[in-house]
C-alpha cells in the first residue's frame, strides 16, 4: 500500500472512531468493556503525551507540518521494496495527521482508550507509536534500508 493512501486510511478511521465517541459519550463519560482493565473514556488532551505541554497548540501543528513536509521530502528516496520503513512513515504520518485535524479544529485532542494504568490515548496516538516503532527498528537493525540523503557520506565498499 503505498505511504499516502496508508496515511489518508489512518487519519480517516482515526477521525471516524474520534466522531463517533463525540457523538454517542459526553465529555468525562467512561464505559467498561473489561471492568477496571479497559475502559472507553472520552475525554479532550490539550496537550502532548501524558498531558505535557498543554494548550502549544501551534507547537503541534507547526512539528506535525514539518514532520509530514519531511516525509513527502524523503519518499522518493524510499526504495519500493522496502515496505517496513514505507509502512512505518504512513503510519507516522497518518496518525500526526488524525491528532493535527483534531487540534487545528477544537485545540484539544480526543482521547477514548483507558486501561487504566496509562493515560488515556487515541487511535492516532497507536499509529503514532506503532510508526515511530518501525522507524527506531530500521535505524537500529537494518540501517542499510533507510534513504541515502545529500549530507550522508556514501558507505565504502
Known amino acids: 500500500m503505498p505511504v499516502m493512501v496508508l496515511a489518508i486510511v489512518v487519519a480517516v478511521v482515526d477521525q471516524g472512531i474520534k466522531n463517533y465517541v463525540q457523538a454517542h459519550m459526553t465529555l468525562g463519560m467512561s464505559i467498561p468493556v473489561i471492568n477496571g482493565v479497559f475502559h472507553i473514556t472520552y475525554i479532550l488532551n490539550p496537550g502532548a503525551a501524558f498531558g505535557l505541554l498543554e494548550y502549544q497548540t501551534k507547537l503541534f501543528v507547526a512539528v506535525a507540518v514539518i514532520m509530514l513536509a519531511a516525509l513527502v521530502y524523503f519518499y522518493c528516496h524510499i526504495a519500493?521494496?522496502?515496505?517496513?520503513?514505507?509502512?512505518?512513515?504512513?503510519?507516522?504520518?497518518?496518525?500526526?495527521?488524525?491528532?493535527?485535524?483534531?487540534?487545528?479544529?477544537?485545540?484539544?485532542?480526543?482521547?477514548?482508550?483507558?486501561?487504566?494504568?496509562?493515560?488515556?490515548?487515541?487511535?492516532?496516538?497507536?499509529?503514532?507509536?506503532?510508526?515511530?516503532?518501525c522507524l527506531v527498528y530500521i535505524m537500529l537493525f537494518l540501517p542499510e534500508m533507510l534513504p541515502e540523503s545529500p549530507g550522508r557520506p556514501e558507505k565504502e565498499g
Open 80 to 133: 519500493a521494496g522496502h515496505w517496513l520503513l514505507r509502512f512505518g512513515a504512513g503510519l507516522l504520518a497518518g496518525g500526526a495527521t488524525g491528532n493535527v485535524i483534531d487540534r487545528v479544529t477544537t485545540g484539544y485532542v480526543v482521547d477514548f482508550l483507558d486501561f487504566r494504568i496509562w493515560p488515556v490515548f487515541n487511535s492516532a496516538d497507536i499509529a503514532i507509536v506503532t510508526g515511530v516503532g
